[in-house]
């Protein structure tokens, strides 16, 4: 059932008045150069704000102000317990802001709306509430020393964590970082990407509202080159959680070598493959959760089943289920909750996409879509996209599309499956369906993924940590293992 008709979520659009100004130490200023950028809607190509734009000397402020409330322990030396009091009321906040929540992800980037108001928000707030019901049911450890010591091993939050996170899934990336990094006693930076900075100030100014002391949560919105480069050089910011693409993950390795070696996790690209073995169960549920796993999001998902491996006794067939499911992800309006898809983030993105889908064209089978399209005229669309036949090593089976293209490689055995879907720079997931556990079992175990999904796809929860091998990412968000990239280890040793 819709969370609202098409009329209510244009009426609830029109009534949306979006901060445009950065939130710095609990309050919400200009940048210091007094500069802004537009974000737009990429539904309409209207501007939707002027936005604050921040560059070294405001991200500078934010990490002073993060560090003032580190070091004051307003935060940091809370008790767990009070900590997750302010944590689950931010969650609460999230529920009760939903529809402004999700409008201003859907205008910023272009995502339905539905989607954003039944599973982005919703998992915002699970995330926190996930995290802060977490943060004081963990103890630390006592070592196994002889009688007269005692060693101590404590876990201390690191500091200033500076995050940098993308478009696709703005208020969920934001939060990944956050909920763990907060719930374990640290302040932030969080620089949200250029195209969707709209829920990010909205969550701050949340945060706030919960009781998060000023200072704790700072929000700067800004380019990579600018605000990015300069959170990621900064002598005083202790560790830098990313999400983006794999290109600026390794430049944030570098950022840390040439300034105060900070702790640098990366959670980037992929190319996940998705295989679909004969003696599979339910070959409907196959292609149903074939073409979710590709389409949502309009395929901009980091984790996307891209590359659909199919073994070759029902490849035939099985395209064509998944040709006719390609029909109900058509693109629509994002505001009207009868659409699957909306439209893509930015002309950038969109250009790209249609730049890899021309070269899917001259090497591949485009069994449909193709083409992009306009909405009463307007907008970024593309339809969804499928290539058959797709020979291993061309460019749309190598690179990270990040849109709404699939495509499909026949294979005739398990081993052959594995080695294709290997055979990627990336790691980050891998979805298999077969009805035979042992080769469940098998296949899973050896493919190079972080998280493998069988009879199902993208598989995630905050119970499971989530990030990549290969170059898909360094360390893992959600789940407890989260919070060892937030906090530092400490051996107290006591002699009496
Ligand atoms: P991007 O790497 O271009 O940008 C991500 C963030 O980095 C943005 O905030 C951007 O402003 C900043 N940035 C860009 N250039 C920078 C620079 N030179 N220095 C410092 N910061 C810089 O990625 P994107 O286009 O926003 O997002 C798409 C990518 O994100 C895809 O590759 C996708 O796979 C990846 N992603 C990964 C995950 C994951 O969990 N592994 C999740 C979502 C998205």
């Excluded at 802004?36 to 604050?52: H, K, L, Q, R, S």
């Excluded at 964590?161 to 719930?183: E, S």
């Excluded at 909205?202 to 509202?209: D, G, W």
């Excluded at 605000?227 to 002598?235: D, E, P, S, T, W």
């Amino acid at each position: 059932m819709s969370v609202h008709s098409l009329k209510e979520w244009n009426d609830l659009a029109a009534q949306i008045k979006p901060s445009r100004q950065m939130f710095v130490n609990g309050r919400f200023e200009d940048a210091a150069s007094g500069k802004t950028f537009d974000t737009i809607n990429p539904a309409t190509g209207e501007v939707i704000a002027a936005i604050a734009e921040g560059d070294s000397v405001d991200i500078d402020r934010a990490v002073t102000a993060a560090r003032n409330s580190f070091d004051r322990g307003v935060w940091s030396e809370e008790a767990p317990m009070n900590r997750k009091a302010v944590l689950l009321k931010l969650a609460e906040l999230i529920r009760s802001n939903l529809d402004e929540l999700a409008l201003l992800d859907s205008m910023d980037m272009g995502k339905t709306v539905e989607d954003a108001a039944t599973v982005d928000v919703p998992g915002s707030a699970l995330f926190f509430q996930w995290y802060a019901e977490a943060i004081d049911k963990i103890y630390d450890e006592v070592a196994p020393t002889g009688p007269g010591d005692l060693a101590l091993i404590t876990r201390e939050p690191l500091g200033v964590v500076g995050a940098v996170v993308p478009w696709n899934f703005p208020l969920d990336m934001a939060t990944w970082k956050a909920a763990a990094a907060l719930a374990a006693g640290n302040s932030v930076v969080l620089k949200p990407a250029e195209q969707s900075p709209l829920s990010a100030l909205r969550l701050a100014e949340l945060a706030m509202e919960a009781g998060l002391p000023e200072g704790v949560l700072n929000v700067v919105p800004g380019y990579g080159e600018t605000a990015g480069r300069a959170l990621g050089l900064h002598q005083d910011v202790d560790c830098l959680a990313f999400t983006g693409s794999t290109p600026v993950g390794k430049m944030f390795q570098q950022y840390a070598g040439q300034s105060n070696m900070k702790q640098v996790w990366l959670e980037t690209g992929g190319k996940s493959p998705n295989l679909i073995f004969a003696d599979c169960d339910n070959l409907e549920a196959a292609a149903d959760m074939a073409a979710f796993g590709i389409f949502f999001n309009q395929g901009e998902v980091c984790s996307a089943n891209s590359r659909l491996l199919v073994e070759r006794s029902i490849h035939q067939d099985f395209v064509q289920m998944l040709i006719a499911r390609a029909e109900n992800f058509q693109p629509g309006n994002p505001l009207d909750p009868s659409s699957k898809m909306g439209a893509i983030v930015s002309q950038e993105q969109y250009d790209r996409i249609l730049k890899m889908i021309a070269s899917g064209k001259k090497d591949a089978d485009c069994v449909t879509g193709g083409n992009a399209i306009k909405i009463d005229n307007r907008g970024l669309y593309v339809e969804p996209t499928i290539f058959d036949n797709v020979q291993c090593g061309s460019e749309i089976e190598t690179d990270e599309i990040f849109g709404p293209v699939l495509s499909v490689i026949p294979f005739d055995t398990e081993e052959e499956a594995v080695e294709i879907a290997n055979n990627t720079i990336y790691g980050l997931a891998a979805s298999l369906w077969t009805g035979n556990l042992s080769r469940a079992h098998r296949v899973s175990r050896k493919l190079k993924a972080g998280t493998v999904s069988v009879n199902t796809v993208d598989a995630l929860s905050p119970m499971t940590p989530f990030g990549g091998f290969k170059q898909s990412g360094v360390g893992r968000d959600l789940s407890l293992h989260a919070l060892d990239k937030y906090t530092a280890l400490k051996t107290t040793w006591i002699k009496y």
